[in-house]
């Protein structure tokens, strides 16, 4: 699954079946399309790396996108998690960057090219190969920063993170009652003992 | 209108009444008592003057990058060990997790407020001594205390309702308690099946505007966050402001004390530090007062040694630094079939206190709490690193499923208990690593005791059964190990009446030097039941107290 054919695989636009994607649902199709293009348009961006050349982001870009796939739902691609993970390895994860391209080399040779080229089940079973490693464990780490940090640190595009999640944490103030439960003791509905 | 006083600016070689090393709860109650008293008052912060405007919603930041820890172990170079045959190294995450800031831990706190009760004061007694421990009854109180607790109560903020078993207090709550959350709920529903009480957790949060300061706005980012509208009841919001309008205490931001230097008559005479810009200062003083937190307090005092105190500053006893104690915990984990929205307000809105006090039926000594709270659920990064089930599959599609599933239908519930004081658990210098000062590290050593330990996993089992009365739809745990790191840092410089086997005396004053004050967590003899903050509060009030007694009677 390359970069180009993850970004046009509106499938998370298809059903209302599963878990979280009601916000984006909400949102209507419009806003939805908006959304993708913009996380699309800016990851396709050839001048949008800081560090990364283009081979080690497209690796990246398909790993995190393994960890958080894209399903009927939203994942890595559609929150720019490779814009995070490049944002950080050129600055708080600096000191990284250096064992990330030399990983990314190794998982490369390891399956005979580049990983980014690779089909989803293939590059499953070639990270279930180094999932308990460091290398996999720094760019799970990575990715899920990047799915859910503020968008300020490149991933997370519009919100995509935490929309999928229910979290509208950006708000900042809320009024009683939260959620089913407190709603429920509140109206008196139930004995809440 | 009045006019403020300016700011005053102490010079370095003239004595200034009293230093303060630390600003956090105790340090800021103590420069807020002293200086609106009449004392000049100087206190040495080392983390920046951050106002509540500058605290941010930053999970990334702020959990995993310990924006207000000061950076981490990178910059601290705490270690850690279990044993004393290891050699410590420097974790991922921080061992003493304290913030660097002005108003310290109260400015990160979740703000759990809990008074101990009169057993935690005198519980040696009320039990048997407990081999291989340095269990102990406290020189103080509850009775004595009481007063103090409720100054807490009526200067900081406190929000809350009595519970059936609390301790006696001498004036109601000032604020209601914060309304229930879908968490409290469903605790209340699994107690009421299981016939345990529930009642409404005790906040140092303001469930309405108090004293000036605005309510809370429920916005979620209390634990590990700095509140951006001051609701919470840290220093910096309450006593910090009150200080500085005495135009009598100097708050020296992102000052390092290293050294606390004594004279010839034994007496401490100036503290030694690193300015902002890494320049060595003194801050010549008539009296010093440590309230740098259970880990910083005795790591100066040993980095304070001298010919005269080889082993340390106000170390004769050998205890400075011993009896390390975190408050043991442990979590159950449920998901329900309904949104719980937990991550929106303060973590707990209810709490069981049914197993506070030590049971010898249970095998073991100990007691505990147990609360409701969104624990991994209250932020995102979190939930996805901490909070899944063990059965779900740590990376693709159905992880991905899960973290959207539950994030909105998940809670904990959280077990705390007591932690005996032991030798080996102590933090001591470590002989290699350094901090970003090129101070040397605090090295902890510590593994719980087995009671402990045991008292965790009966909280757990409770919280399991709880969760399922509750009507979880899945529910998990992961098992009690030896803790590797604690906001909670007690006992380090016990007070107590022998010199032989205490620091400080009931008026936190060291035995061996007059004018040498500590009072943090570090004095503390029993860890209490895992909310220890009200009483470092209430125990820098008493401090207070006595020290301007002290002072009256030029007998300092």
């Not at chain 2, 991994?376 to 901490?386: F, G, N, R, Y």
Request: with cysteine; aromatic share 8%.
């Amino acid at each position: 699954m390359s970069h180009q054919n993850t970004c046009t695989r509106r499938g998370f636009m298809g059903g209302a079946a599963a878990t979280g994607a009601g916000a984006f649902l909400r949102l209507g199709a419009p806003a939805l399309a908006a959304i993708t293009q913009a996380a699309c348009g800016a990851r396709d961006d050839g001048n949008a790396f800081a560090v990364l050349g283009a081979d080690a982001a497209r690796d990246l870009a398909a790993m995190a996108a393994r960890i958080l796939p894209t399903t009927d739902t939203p994942g890595a691609s559609e929150a720019g998690v490779i814009h995070f993970i490049d944002q950080a390895l050129g600055d708080a994860m600096a000191d990284s960057l250096p064992f990330v391209l030399e990983q990314l080399e190794a998982l490369d040779a390891s399956v005979g090219g580049r990983f980014a080229a690779l089909d989803a089940a293939a590059q499953d079973a070639a990270l279930a190969g180094i999932e308990d490693g460091p290398f996999f464990s720094l760019v799970y780490m990575m990715t899920i920063f990047g799915f859910f940090s503020m968008s300020r640190y490149g991933g997370n595009r519009d919100h995509v993170g935490w929309k999928l999640i229910g979290f509208d944490g950006h708000h900042g103030a809320w009024q009683y009652p939260f959620g089913y439960y407190d709603a429920e003791a509140q109206r008196g509905d139930v004995d809440a003992g | 209108m009045t006019s403020m006083p300016g700011k005053p600016s102490f010079p370095l070689d003239t004595p200034v009444d009293f230093v303060i090393v630390g600003s956090g709860s105790a340090g800021g109650i103590l420069a807020k008592e002293l200086s609106t008293a009449g004392f000049d008052v100087v206190i040495l912060e080392q983390g920046p003057y951050r106002k509540a405007a500058d605290f941010r919603h930053d999970e990334l930041s702020v959990i995993f990058r310990d924006e207000l820890l000061g950076g981490g172990t990178a910059a601290s170079g705490q270690t850690f060990r279990h044993d004393a045959d290891e050699t410590a190294v420097r974790p991922r995450r921080q061992p003493a997790q304290y913030a660097q800031t002005v108003g310290g831990s109260s400015a990160h706190f979740t703000a759990n407020f809990w008074r101990f009760r009169d057993i935690d004061f005198r519980e040696r007694s009320a039990l048997d001594s407990i081999a291989g421990t340095n269990f102990a009854d406290w020189p103080i109180t509850y009775d004595e205390l009481e007063p103090y607790y409720t100054k807490v109560d009526w200067e900081i903020g406190v929000s809350g309702a009595p519970g059936p078993n609390d301790a006696r207090r001498s004036k109601p709550f000032p604020l209601p308690p914060m309304p229930v959350k879908s968490s409290g709920v469903l605790m209340e529903r699994g107690a009421k099946e299981l016939g345990l009480t529930c009642q409404p957790e005790p906040h140092a949060i303001l469930s309405q505007p108090f004293n000036g300061r605005a309510a809370c706005i429920n916005c979620g980012y209390c634990m590990f966050f700095g509140c951006e509208v001051g609701a919470k009841s840290s220093t910096l919001a309450a006593m910090i402001p009150l200080a500085e309008a005495s135009g009598r205490c100097e708050i020296r931001a992102e000052c390092a004390a290293y050294r606390v230097e004594t004279d010839a008559n034994g007496r401490a005479s100036e503290v030694l530090y690193y300015d902002p810009d890494g320049n060595q200062r003194g801050q010549k003083a008539k009296a010093v007062i440590l309230s740098a937190n259970g880990v910083e307090t005795p790591r100066l005092l040993l980095m304070s040694a001298s010919a005269r105190h080889p082993d340390g500053l106000a170390n004769s006893s050998g205890f400075v630094g011993r009896n390390l104690m975190f408050n043991a915990h442990s979590v159950a984990n449920g998901v329900f079939e309904e949104p719980l929205n937990d991550y929106k307000g303060v973590q707990v809105t209810r709490i069981i206190h049914d197993f506070y006090d030590a049971d010898p039926a249970r095998g073991f000594y100990g007691g505990g709490g147990l609360d409701a709270r969104p624990l991994w659920s209250a932020t995102p990064i979190l939930h996805a690193l901490e909070g899944m089930p063990p059965d779900v599959p740590s990376w693709g599609a159905a992880f991905k499923d899960e973290i959207a599933h539950n994030f909105t239908r998940q809670m904990s519930i959280v077990g705390s208990t007591t932690s005996l004081a032991q030798d080996r658990n102590n933090v001591t210098l470590d002989p290699e690593s350094r901090d970003r000062w090129g101070r040397p590290a605090a090295r902890i050593t510590y593994r719980d005791h087995d009671d402990d330990l045991a008292m965790a996993t009966f909280l757990q089992d409770h919280g399991m059964a709880l969760l399922d009365a509750a009507g979880a739809t899945k529910a998990w745990r992961r098992p009690v190990e030896p803790g590797t790191n604690s906001a909670h840092l007690l006992g380090t410089c016990r007070m107590g009446d022998d010199p032989a086997t205490s620091v400080v005396n009931r008026d936190h004053r060291s035995h061996d030097v007059p004018n040498l004050f500590l009072c943090d967590g570090s004095s503390f003899v029993t860890s209490g039941r895992g909310q220890p903050t009200m009483t470092i509060m209430a125990l820098a009030f008493r401090a207070a107290d006595r020290i301007k007694a002290a002072a009256a009677a030029n007998a300092i």
